[in-house]
């Protein structure tokens, strides 16, 4: 979720999402989400999503 913040704050700054990608890599490391994923929270977040928690899914339990 950590990176996601990072990713959603970057979008806000009008950091390219390539960029967004390299600096995650160089703040996490081997840590770091994968290409794919990071330019998937890029786009939720162009497309005016706010929240950076996960979508439930099906047969998914949530921690009380």
């Known amino acids: 979720m950590e990176q996601r913040i990072c990713i959603k704050f970057c979008f806000k700054n009008g950091i390219k999402c390539s960029t967004v990608l ?3 890599n160089v703040a996490f490391g081997e840590s770091s989400m994968n290409k794919t994923s990071v330019y998937k929270w890029y786009k939720r977040f ?3 999503r ?4 996960d979508d439930e899914r099906p047969g998914r339990h949530s921690v009380p």
């Open 46 to 48: 162009q497309e005016s």
């Open 22 to 24: 390299e600096m995650l």
């Open 50 to 53: 706010e929240d950076v928690e």
